[in-house]
C-alpha cells in the first residue's frame, strides 16, 4: 500500500506532493470495520441495559431541552459544509471529474466560519469544559479499556450532558478539523482566489508537501470519522439523540435513563449550559438544561 506521493520537481529531484489515494480506501475499510467490529461487541459482551428507567421525579418536565435552535444550526450546517468538502475532495479521487478545487475552498472558508462562530457561541452561552476530556474522564477510558481486555462487561453509568464516548470523538475531531482548516488556508495561498493569484513560492517546496501530507491525513481521517458519526446517528437506541438534534429536546424518560440529574442539572430559568438567549426552545414544553 502506497502513504505518500512524491513527483519531481524542476531540478529532478524527487519531493512529497500529498497522500497516496490507498489511504482513502484504507480510511473506508476503517470505517466499515469500525462499524462491524462495534455491532460484534454489542452481541458478545455489551452490557445489557436496564429496560425500566428511574421513577419520574416530579421535577423534571416531559420534554427536556437538549440543543438549542442555535446548536441544531450550527450542526446541520456543519454537517453539509462537510460532506461538500469530502465530496469535492473525494469524487475526483475516485474517479468523478469535475471543476471541485473552487467549491471546495469556498466550504472550507465556510467550515472555518461555522467553527469560528462555534467557538464564540461554546464560550459565552454555553458550558464550555462539558464536553472536553479531563483527568476524571481519563481515569474513566483507562478503566473501561482494562474491563474490555479482561473481558468484562462495561459498566452503564448516567452521565452529565456529555458522555465519555461523544467528548473523545469532539476531542478527535476538533483536532483533525484544526489540521485540516489550518493546512487547508495555507493550501488557498497555492491556487487562484477571488482574493489572490495563485503564488507557489509561497511556501518552499517541502513545507508544500508536508502541508498537502497533513492536509490528506485530516481529510481521511474525517472520512472514517464522519462514518462513524452517521453510523451511531441511525442506530436504533440511540434515534433519540438524532430527534434532540432535529427537534432540540428529549423526553423525561431518556433525561432520566441516560442521565445523572447530578451531573447534569435542569433548570427551569434561564441559567445554565445554553444561558441567555439561546435557552429558548423551539418547543415551549422543553425546559432548558443548567
Ligand atoms: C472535511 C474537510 C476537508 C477535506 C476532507 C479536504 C480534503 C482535501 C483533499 C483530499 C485535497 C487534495 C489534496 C492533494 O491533492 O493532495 C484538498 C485540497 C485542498 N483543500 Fe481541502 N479538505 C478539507 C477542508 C479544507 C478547508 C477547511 C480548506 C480551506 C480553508 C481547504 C482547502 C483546500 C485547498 C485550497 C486545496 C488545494 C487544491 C489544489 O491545490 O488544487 N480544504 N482538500
Known amino acids: 500500500m502506497e502513504i505518500l506521493r512524491t513527483a519531481p520537481n524542476p531540478w529532478g529531484q524527487e519531493v512529497l506532493v500529498g497522500v497516496a489515494w490507498d489511504l482513502l480506501w484504507a480510511a473506508l475499510i476503517a470505517g466499515f470495520l469500525f462499524v462491524v467490529g462495534h455491532q460484534l461487541y454489542l452481541w458478545i459482551m455489551a452490557p445489557k441495559r436496564e429496560k425500566s428507567?428511574?421513577?419520574?421525579?416530579?421535577?423534571?418536565?416531559?420534554?427536556?431541552?437538549r440543543h438549542s435552535s442555535a446548536s441544531r444550526t450550527f450542526h446541520w450546517l456543519m454537517a453539509a459544509t462537510m460532506l461538500t468538502l469530502l465530496v469535492t475532495a473525494f469524487f475526483?479521487?475516485?474517479?468523478?471529474?469535475?471543476?471541485?478545487?473552487?467549491?471546495?475552498?469556498?466550504?472550507?472558508?465556510?467550515?472555518?466560519?461555522?467553527?469560528?462562530?462555534?467557538i464564540i457561541h461554546?464560550?459565552?452561552?454555553?458550558?464550555?469544559?462539558?464536553?472536553?476530556?479531563?483527568?476524571?474522564?481519563?481515569?474513566?477510558?483507562?478503566?473501561?479499556?482494562?474491563?474490555?481486555?479482561?473481558?468484562?462487561?462495561?459498566k452503564e453509568e448516567r452521565s452529565g450532558k456529555y458522555p465519555l464516548d461523544q467528548?473523545?470523538?469532539?476531542?478527535?475531531?476538533?483536532?483533525?478539523?484544526?489540521?485540516?482548516?489550518?493546512?487547508?488556508?495555507?493550501?488557498?495561498?497555492?491556487?487562484?482566489?477571488?482574493f489572490w493569484a495563485s503564488n507557489p513560492y509561497f511556501l518552499s517546496d517541502s513545507t508544500w508537501g508536508l502541508v498537502f501530507v497533513l492536509h490528506g491525513?485530516?481529510?481521511?481521517?474525517l472520512v472514517t470519522m464522519v462514518i462513524a458519526h452517521?453510523?451511531?446517528?441511525?442506530?436504533?437506541?440511540?434515534?433519540?439523540?438524532?430527534?434532540?438534534?432535529?427537534?432540540?429536546?428529549?423526553?423525561?424518560?431518556?433525561?432520566?435513563?441516560?442521565?445523572?440529574?447530578?451531573m447534569w442539572q435542569l433548570a427551569s430559568g434561564s441559567a445554565g449550559a445554553e444561558a441567555g438567549a439561546d435557552t429558548a426552545s423551539a418547543d415551549p414544553d422543553a425546559v432548558a438544561p443548567a
Open 53 to 65: 428507567p428511574p421513577a419520574a421525579t416530579e421535577q423534571v418536565p416531559e420534554r427536556v431541552e
Open 122 to 154: 461554546a464560550t459565552t452561552k454555553q458550558d464550555f469544559w462539558s464536553v472536553w476530556i479531563g483527568r476524571k474522564e481519563l481515569a474513566q477510558a483507562l478503566g473501561a479499556v482494562g474491563k474490555f481486555f479482561r473481558r468484562q462487561p462495561a
Open 217 to 221: 491525513l485530516c481529510g481521511v481521517g
Open 167 to 194: 467528548r473523545a470523538y469532539h476531542n478527535a475531531v476538533t483536532l483533525v478539523s484544526v489540521g485540516v482548516i489550518v493546512t487547508g488556508i495555507l493550501m488557498m495561498f497555492g491556487v487562484d482566489t477571488w
Open 230 to 262: 452517521i453510523y451511531f446517528a441511525i442506530r436504533p437506541e440511540k434515534r433519540w439523540m438524532t430527534r434532540s438534534m432535529i427537534k432540540g429536546w428529549i423526553t423525561r424518560d431518556e433525561y432520566l435513563e441516560h442521565y445523572d440529574p447530578a
Open 92 to 118: 475526483p479521487v475516485v474517479g468523478v471529474q469535475f471543476a471541485w478545487v473552487t467549491i471546495h475552498w469556498i466550504a472550507g472558508i465556510v467550515l472555518t466560519l461555522l467553527i469560528i462562530y462555534h
